[in-house]
């Protein structure tokens, strides 16, 4: 092989999402959000008699909206990535799923709080926050590009970051345990997926994020009942879910087992200090 193929072969990229494609899609969310500070429908509430349980479901035009934009944000990533120079033949679905979330985890805030300086805060948060994780997004399709570990963390962290707000915010509006196991474990299954995706370069743990789901799930189980704040139920779940995660990668990348444990055993000593000192 001649010293110029291996320079070409080694050559490190950079790609990032066409400009005009990104702000299109980013403001056709932000106009869905701002949709709801314009129209407003009567709220009405849907009856399930299943087999042993009553299930009333509530239907919100905010809601409705968040979950338009939460749909969209997984079919503009689809759009956003579809020129990208190495895409090739490999699936981009699973890209859409950060996307999503944050637009969902963005949405449900904006349609529950009025019109004014709080709205506006979190609004333009959720359009740098919006941005962020499409240019991410478009960059970790390549492995071989320069930005590519920076996305990777910066993805990682958001995912996380998301999978608090999720918890708390179903801790805080006293969500029934039916539905809050199903609400914690499928994000926690999805967040520990990609995650690993990412970290060992495009290979997919589905046994390591259902075990990990499953197990984050009975710790949730288990503080459901306990008189914890909401921040400090959200950072006692939060913290088996990441050192589960991150202990996953480490025993596929096949680290030693000396050192291996280190970083999710202080993660978690870490996330469960700070819960417990919110407590006390």
Same mark, same amino acid.
């Given at each position: ?54 299930? +009333? ?5 905010? =809601? !409705? $909206? ?5 749909? &969209?944000? @997984?079919? #503009? *990533? ?75 963390? +910066? ?5 996380? =970051? !998301? $999978? ?5 915010? &179903?801790? @805080?509006? #006293? *969500? ?83 050192? !291996? ?6 993660? &978690? ?12």
């Amino acid at each position: 092989m001649s010293e110029r193929v291996k320079m070409i072969l080694m050559e490190e990229h950079q790609h990032l999402p066409d400009a005009n494609r990104l702000s299109v899609l980013t403001s056709t969310i932000l106009l869905i959000y701002a949709l709801g500070l314009f129209i407003r429908v009567p709220a009405g509430d849907v009856s399930l008699q299943l087999p042993g349980i009553f299930v +009333v479901i509530p239907l919100r035009f905010g =809601a !409705l $909206l968040t979950l338009l934009s939460g749909l &969209l944000a @997984a079919a #503009g *990533t689809e759009w956003l990535l579809y020129d990208h120079p190495e895409r090739g033949g490999q699936m981009t679905w699973h890209h859409g799923l950060l996307p999503a979330l944050t637009a969902l985890v963005i949405g449900f805030p904006l349609s529950s709080i009025s019109a004014g300086p709080q709205w506006w805060a979190v609004f333009a948060f959720g359009s740098g926050l919006l941005v962020i994780v499409f240019a991410a997004e478009y960059i970790v399709v390549d492995l071989s590009d320069a930005n590519h570990p920076l996305a990777t963390m +910066v993805l990682t962290a958001i995912s996380f =970051a !998301l $999978l608090l707000v999720i918890t708390i915010t &179903l801790k @805080a509006v #006293g *969500t029934r345990l039916y539905l809050l196991l199903p609400g914690l474990v499928i994000p926690v299954a999805l967040v520990s997926l990609r995650t690993l995706y990412l970290r060992l370069g495009g290979r997919w743990c589905i046994v390591w994020s259902i075990a990990i789901a499953l197990s984050t799930g009975q710790i949730a189980l288990g503080l459901h009942y306990w008189p914890l704040r909401p921040l400090s139920y959200g950072l006692l779940v939060l913290g088996p879910a990441y050192a589960l995660t991150m202990a996953a990668g480490a025993i596929e990348e096949e680290r030693s087992w000396r050192t !291996l444990w280190i970083e999710p055993v202080v993660m &978690l000593a870490v996330i469960w200090g700070i819960a417990l000192f919110i407590v006390g």
